[in-house]
């Protein structure tokens, strides 16, 4: 291969390439793609071949390049090509590899110069490349010959634009020394897609073919039509020396002693040819790879970092080792223990900030969901009223009754409490379900040991069923025990004075009083499209009235619903809307909301429904119930009450309803009380004392603390990836140390590019600091002979250079054999006055 600087990287980046597979990671370095860019026959396809060192791309007069050739470089340990459109055939020959691309590109555009936006993907693996992207370009045409399109200019524009817009796409601005510069479409491309001058570089190309006596030793020194990055001169093979199969190697041994031999390059011979060019493409590549370096290190560091506590505890672990089994069931066990107490007593270090769960979930049950439970189990009104009623008229049996019987109230009072138990015992398991998911989530950290997650969770579960048959014991027995005896004597029970005196509603009233209950967002989902559609507003619940505002300030009010006579009802989830439902509703039949019988509001998850209908619930909003009454009841069932009858129910129903106040009250301290003393409370208590024993005596030890597979191998895996991590680092330590990164030239005055893009053939005026000096082809025969007449170069004004080139850090030197001073000029050059 041809390309040394190549060669020169290829360690470096296999190195990268190492460090990052040793931990299971591809190193992306992204390399840049390299195009080239240029007028037909301006050399382009021979740039790209001298910087791969291969001789494969087709050569010929006129468009040769008639669609873009998509070259990628991929490192191998063999030598051999690939096309996309060919799968599976390899190719070591490169002449066959020519002929292909020929083939290919008369298949497409036909054998008449027809041109193709559709690429030719070729892959070339080699031991002696980078992974990298080269593309051959067609060149750019203004007259359309044979079957090209009237508008091929345009196409070839646009073809090219495709690929150097890109910004990892370097570009090589081929311009024949030949032609003028200043009218060059590869640098107005490059300029177009590149303004700053950042990625693009400027190739003369055809040096050699210049006419006697004119030379481009202003342009090549940067100082005629500036670039930033400057330009480098290079000489192709011809088309003789291609016909003769004049190899690569013998090509740029003779380009590097025409550099060095002529008069006008000699003194810049080091910076010109075909190895500086790719110097200076492999030394943007070496500035890429740097550039990227502080990225890699800094994630390589954050993953040492992370990994360096576990590596630490793995890199003087003995697995079978006896003392270190119970060192470790130990300590497993009372991690166990304290993760339980902290998810219950919530103070854990890890807080799950999606749902709740563990002891905030239980208090939940305790204080929304238990009393949710509680009143969704009272009775209907009328339902309730006509059991009085068949109560107080059973009592008397053929008589006439006075007075109230207390045997009516005690007979409704009793089966309204044994309805209790359903919620009771509801609440229970509810509580069960969630010390279990407790005990799950905190056994994760046994996933090493499987045999010893799985018995610790048995041993656990089958305590926690055990308590739950204690605790509903003893909730029933509280039932009971409120069933055994009714005390009328109670502090808070109204009496019969004072149940005579008072309605159902005046008492929930004067209870209530006007605080405020609960505060939040909902959505209004029954609101017309024509006004809007559904909105979200700030609700604020209180004792007597449910009110709703634009934003949480509370200062526009929008409405304000009374909540007497309303109750709450279910509503089903639309398969339109994510949100869940439920609905206020007036029992009169009246309109809740404007024009509208319901209210529809919406949350964002059934916890919220829930936790608002608990709200509603504290404020008197009932859930609705279904109608208990048969319509299949026949005339005697519709009874109308005398008003003695009436007042005695009346009485009745105040009784109850205060006596039941007292039993739920009571049941609503007890329940989490006992709940907490019987079940939480001691199963705490059992994992801390009585766990290890029973671990101990349910089997092997040694066996209980077998390892999974898994943990194995991320045992080794940790260990393996820690030290891999390390030697990455110090291979990216080591070629930050061992690479330079060369800064970017200064910005150069590049306005002509613009201005010679207008059609002139007009060259800008050579720059005034520049002394004026003719070459060796233009002095005159003798003293005082008058000067040439001036004509226009093909690269601008002839000759007008400096005596010494103005290169950076680099003295000039000669090269070894060669005087300093110039020689006389050859004859062979020399153009006759």
């Not at 107005?188 to 050699?208: E, F, M, S, W, Y």
């Not at 109670?490 to 405020?516: C, L, M, P, W, Y």
């Not at 639309?574 to 029992?587: G, L, V």
Request: glycine share 6%; hydrophobic share 35%.
């Amino acid at each position: 291969m041809g390309n040394r600087g190549m060669e020169d990287l290829i360690p470096l980046v296999n190195r990268l390439q190492d460090a990052f597979s040793s931990i299971g990671q591809s190193c992306n370095l992204d390399l840049p793609q390299i195009a080239v860019v240029g007028g037909q026959s301006a050399g382009k396809s021979s740039v790209l071949e001298n910087f791969v060192g291969k001789d494969f791309l087709p050569r010929g007069s006129g468009i040769v390049t008639r669609r873009p050739l998509v070259l990628q470089l991929i490192s191998a340990n063999t030598e051999w090509a690939e096309f996309l459109h060919c799968k599976g055939k390899k190719f070591t020959d490169f002449d066959e590899v020519r002929q292909e691309i020929e083939a290919e590109t008369d298949r497409i555009t036909g054998a008449n110069k027809g041109i193709s936006p559709v690429p030719i993907n070729l892959r070339v693996f080699s031991p002696h490349v980078l992974n990298l992207t080269l593309i051959d370009l067609p060149g750019i045409t203004k007259v359309p010959v044979g079957d090209q399109p009237a508008d091929i200019e345009q196409q070839i524009r646009e073809m090219i634009m495709q690929f150097i817009c890109r910004e990892s796409c370097l570009i090589l601005a081929v311009t024949p020394a030949n032609t003028d510069l200043a009218n060059s479409d590869a640098l107005k491309l490059a300029k177009d897609v590149d303004p700053q001058g950042l990625r693009t570089i400027g190739v003369i190309t055809k040096l050699d073919l210049m006419d006697e006596g004119t030379d481009a030793r202003e342009v090549l020194d940067n100082k005629l039509l500036p670039l930033r990055r400057g330009y480098i001169g290079v000489v192709n093979r011809s088309q003789k020396d291609i016909d003769g199969k004049k190899d690569i190697k013998a090509a740029l041994e003779a380009e590097r002693k025409f550099f060095f031999s002529h008069p006008a390059y000699r003194h810049m011979a080091d910076r010109m040819g075909t190895p500086h060019l790719q110097k200076a493409l492999n030394q943007q590549l070496t500035n890429h790879i740097r550039d990227t370096l502080p990225a890699f290190r800094s994630k390589l560091q954050s993953q040492l970092l992370s990994l360096d506590k576990e590596a630490e505890e793995y890199r003087h672990y003995r697995p079978d080792d006896p003392s270190r089994k119970t060192k470790a069931l130990l300590q497993m066990v009372q991690q166990f223990s304290v993760d339980f107490e902290k998810r219950i007593e919530g103070s854990g270090d890890q807080v799950d900030t999606i749902e709740l769960s563990g002891g905030a979930k239980i208090n939940r049950i305790f204080h929304e969901r238990f009393p949710f439970e509680l009143v969704k189990m009272e009775c209907d009104e009328k339902e309730m009223r006509r059991e009085i009623s068949y109560a107080i008229k059973n009592i008397h049996g053929i008589r006439t009754g006075l007075f109230t019987p207390d045997m009516a109230f005690e007979a409704i009072v009793k089966k309204q409490v044994v309805k209790l138990k359903e919620p009771c015992i509801k609440c229970i398991d509810l509580v069960v379900q969630e010390l279990i998911n407790t005990v799950r989530q905190c056994s994760n950290k046994l996933d090493s040991f499987p045999q010893l997650r799985e018995e610790t969770e048995r041993i656990v579960t089958s305590h926690i069923r055990d308590r739950e048959s204690r605790a509903k014991d003893q909730v029933l027995l509280l039932i009971d025990v409120q069933l055994a005896y009714i005390n009328t004597n109670h502090e808070d029970f109204i009496g019969f004075a004072n149940a005579q005196q008072r309605s159902s509603q005046a008492n929930k009233n004067t209870s209530a009083g006007n605080q405020v209950i609960r505060k939040g967002w909902l959505t209004i989902n029954n609101i017309s499209i024509m006004k809007g559609g559904a909105k979200e507003y700030w609700f604020v619940l209180s004792a007597e009235s449910l009110s709703w505002f634009k934003d949480d300030e509370e200062k526009e009010k929008k409405y304000m619903l009374p909540l007497d006579n309303l109750k709450v009802r279910d509503v089903e989830k639309s398969f339109m809307s994510s949100k869940h439902m439920f609905a206020i509703f007036n029992t009169e039949q009246r309109n809740v909301f404007k024009d509208n019988r319901f209210l529809e509001l919406a949350c964002d998850s059934l916890e919220e429904v829930e936790s608002w209908r608990a709200s509603l619930l504290r404020a008197g909003v009932y859930p609705e119930r279904a109608a208990v009454e048969s319509e299949s009841s026949g005339p005697s069932e519709n009874f109308s009450m005398d008003p003695q009858l009436e007042r005695k129910v009346e009485t009745i129903r105040n009784l109850v309803d205060s006596y039941m106040a007292i039993v739920s009250k009571c049941i609503r301290d007890l329940m989490p009380k006992t709940i907490m003393h019987l079940m939480i409370n001691n199963v705490k208590d059992f994992i801390n004392a009585e766990l290890l024993a029973q671990l101990y005596s349910a089997g092997d030890q040694n066996a209980l603390m077998d390892e999974s597979q898994e943990q194995v191998q991320r045992r080794e895996e940790v260990l393996r990836t820690h030290h891999a991590l390390k030697e990455a680092l110090a291979i990216i330590g080591d070629i930050s140390t061992t690479t330079i990164s060369t800064p970017l030239p200064p910005p150069v005055d590049s306005s002509w590019l613009q201005a010679g893009q207008g059609g002139s053939r007009r060259s800008p005026p050579p720059s005034p600091t520049a002394p004026r000096r003719m070459s060796a082809g233009q002095r005159p025969a003798g003293r005082g002979a008058p000067p040439p007449p001036s004509r226009p170069g093909p690269l601008g004004p002839l000759n007008n250079t400096a005596d010494s080139p103005q290169i950076p850090n680099r003295p000039n030197r000669a090269p070894p054999n060669i005087p300093s001073r110039r020689p006389p000029p050859s004859p062979t050059r020399q153009v006759p006055p």
